[in-house]
Nanobody, 122 residues
Framework: QVQLVESGGGLVQAGGSLRLSCAAS????????MGWFRQGPGKEREFVAA????????YYADSVKGRFTISRDNAKNTVYLQMNSLKPEDTAVYYC???????????????WGQGTQVTVSS
């Protein structure tokens, strides 16, 4: 089973950037499509981005398309989320997870990390 640890969150002003990392333990990291989700205050967990095993195909929520970039380094067992042009509405706890289903809903992912807080001030 893969264990995931997110890092890189913090407080940033609107328009700023952050880079999140998700480090995975276990030898099967490269076997999984990986995803980033977020959960804002009082909101349900929502899909942000995903990347297939090879890194050749990526998926994004419309709300982050053009601002966020997901990438992975299978040699380092790490997936990244580069977040640019951040907005106050991006404020949330960000989680990474492995896809165990066939879709892009939270129910299609497992082995959730503990999350990292991103706060964007206006």
């Amino acid at each position: 089973q893969v264990q995931l640890v997110e890092s890189g969150g913090g407080l940033v002003q609107a328009g700023g950037s952050l880079r999140l990392s998700c480090a995975a333990s276990g030898r099967t990291f490269s076997s999984y499509t990986m995803g980033w989700f977020r959960q804002g205050p009082g909101k349900e967990r929502e899909f942000v981005a995903a990347i297939v095993r090879s890194g050749g195909i990526t998926y994004y929520a419309d709300s982050v398309k053009g601002r966020f970039t997901i990438s992975r380094d299978n040699a380092k067992n790490t997936v990244y989320l580069q977040m640019n042009s951040l907005k106050p509405e991006d404020t949330a706890v960000y989680y990474c997870a492995c896809r165990i289903g066939s879709g892009l809903r939270a129910a299609d992912f497992g082995s959730w990390g503990q999350g990292t807080q991103v706060t964007v001030s206006s």
